[in-house]
């Protein structure tokens, strides 16, 4: 899934959007979330969007959420921010009670591409 992610980012031609700056007008985006889910079906698809409104309305200040990927069976939610422990912390209980089976947490510890990151991944 990493490969996938890095590719997501190339492909999109984000690299640069991800990088700290003192411009008080740019948000900065040191750490990520994202988030595995198991799909099975248009209803699943129907409760991804809900579950990204409910993650987007539980994020600190200065974090966002970035959409989704969808895949055969799987989706994955990416949430960028400065902190992916606060992420996780405010997003934790909203995960927990959403009506997915399967979910895959991948706390990213510094930027896609630089390979001095550090992931921490479980599964809730």
Known sequence: M???YKSFLFHMNLKNSFLR???KNQLLYDEAVLIELH???QQNLD????LESELETSLPEGSHV???DVGENEA????YGSSADKIFKSIENTLKNSSFDYVNVILQYGL???P???EKRFTL
């Open 21 to 23: 700056t003192k411009d």
């Open 2 to 4: 990493r490969l996938i």
């Open 66 to 68: 970035d959409g989704n």
């Open 76 to 79: 994955t939610i990416y949430l």
């Open 39 to 41: 799909l099975n079906g």
């Open 112 to 114: 896609a591409e630089d």
């Open 47 to 50: 409760q991804l969007h809900t």
């Open 116 to 118: 001095n990151t550090i």
